[in-house]
């Protein structure tokens, strides 16, 4: 079977939405074929029984890792797998709801070929527009926003901008990065930079994805025309306080400082 593209899921201890965004995406309609590979970096064997189910399926891969491989690893152990012209980076709680979100994703890229990153419009359950699209980070507002200087008028307001809280998120737009929650990345492009870059344990790929592909001469494409679902929460959630006893968000922060390090003198302009 040729396929058009490859859908990848990366599940830590989200089974069951797993198998529900797999469901809802067997049920879109395509004029192509697509795989789906489930990665499960859970470690439980609760979790991993739940997955199984989806083998059911012909198109469907389940990989259980035997250890947390982290984000960027996890995905590129598979790259030997992925078919097609498209790779699609989908998180486990993200729901397909109108039919043809992926045909239409799928069609547009291959319309603008200079787009190498596409991400759509991502709904909360509260039904407002999920934060997806951002400017290229600066660590001391990441710092500031979950700190006392975050209320200074003159911080508060560059995170607000940083955030793109003043986004239009109806627009089809060109955007610094994307949110890898949902998006489509082209085969050429993953190839040329292999992946998701394996400094960056949990955070911070799916910026220097972007930045890679801004410097390869591609486009990162914000598409609100399609839109998907998902539960809304965010791993690195929490202020000042969190970052003591959370060891996600410490994450965060180590793979923030990996990033500004390694383009304290890079800019992208486009």
């Not at 189910?53 to 995905?75: D, H, M, T």
Request: charged share 25%; aromatic share 14%; with cysteine.
């Amino acid at each position: 079977m040729n396929f058009k593209a490859t859908i990848i899921i990366l599940d830590y201890m989200k089974a069951l939405q797993t198998v529900a965004n797999v469901d809802s995406l067997l049920a879109q309609k395509t004029d192509f074929n697509f795989k789906i590979i489930i990665i499960d970096n859970s470690c439980d064997k609760k979790n991993a029984e739940i997955l199984s189910q989806l083998k059911k399926f012909n198109n469907v891969n389940v990989k259980i890792n035997s250890e947390n491989l982290g984000y960027s690893k996890a995905y590129n152990n598979v790259k030997g797998e992925i078919e097609g012209e498209y790779v699609l980076i989908v998180n486990p709680d993200i729901l397909w709801k109108e039919k043809k979100s992926l045909a239409r994703m799928i069609n547009y890229m291959d319309k603008n070929r200079d787009i190498g990153i596409l991400g759509p419009k991502q709904i909360n359950p509260d039904g407002r527009a999920s934060l997806t699209a951002r400017f290229f980070p600066k660590f001391y507002l990441q710092v500031a926003r979950r700190t006392f200087l975050g209320n200074l008028p003159i911080l508060n307001k560059k995170i607000e901008c940083g955030r793109m809280f003043c986004f239009d998120y109806d627009k089809i737009q060109d955007v610094d990065w994307l949110q890898s929650s949902c998006v489509v990345v082209q085969k050429k492009l993953w190839d040329k930079i292999r992946g998701f870059c394996e400094d960056y344990f949990l955070f911070m790929a799916d910026t220097e994805i972007c930045f890679q592909a801004w410097k390869s001469n591609y486009r990162v494409v914000y598409f609100p025309e399609v839109k998907v679902f998902a539960d809304g929460k965010r791993l690195s959630a929490g202020g000042f306080k969190k970052f003591f006893k959370s060891w996600v968000l410490r994450q965060h922060v180590k793979d923030s400082l990996k990033y500004r390090a390694k383009h304290f003198f890079n800019k992208i302009r486009y």
